[in-house]
């Protein structure tokens, strides 16, 4: 399964590199593609879709993000799978949706653009 992420939103690769460990522990068949360096086209995403949110490939080749592609990586990961079991409970599942849809997800993606703006800023002469 291939798990795209963004590698220059910090909360997003401290996230990755935990789960980059656990995979490498226990040789899960996990591939990180960071957003910013992976041909999107792939994945049929605009490099602004990518941002927004988590995104995974599936071994079938369906793509799954938010909440989904999380309970994904959860169920391959050692000591994780409960949490996947979790947030695919009924009484969950949407309210995982919801706090990752309109709370996470925005939050992350704003800042995202704020420190894509800084950046820019800084590196005009």
């Not at 990518?50 to 993000?65: E, F, N, Q």
């Not at 799978?81 to 947030?87: C, L, N, P």
């Not at 849809?101 to 704020?114: E, F, Q």
């Amino acid at each position: 399964m291939h798990i795209l992420y963004n590698d220059r939103c910090p909360i997003c690769r401290a996230e990755i590199s935990h789960y980059q460990a656990r995979a490498s522990r226990a040789e899960a068949p996990l591939v990180f593609d960071d957003l910013n360096t992976t041909d999107l086209a792939g994945w049929k995403l605009t490099p602004d879709q990518a941002k927004r949110r988590m995104h995974a490939r599936l071994p079938d080749g369906r793509i799954v993000s938010g909440v989904p592609a999380f309970a994904e990586i959860w169920t391959r990961l050692p000591g994780m799978g409960w949490m996947a079991r979790a947030v695919r409970l009924p009484i969950v599942r949407p309210l995982a949706a919801f706090a990752y849809n309109r709370i996470a997800a925005p939050w992350l993606y704003r800042r995202h653009l704020k420190r894509e703006a800084l950046d820019g800023e800084t590196s005009q002469p």
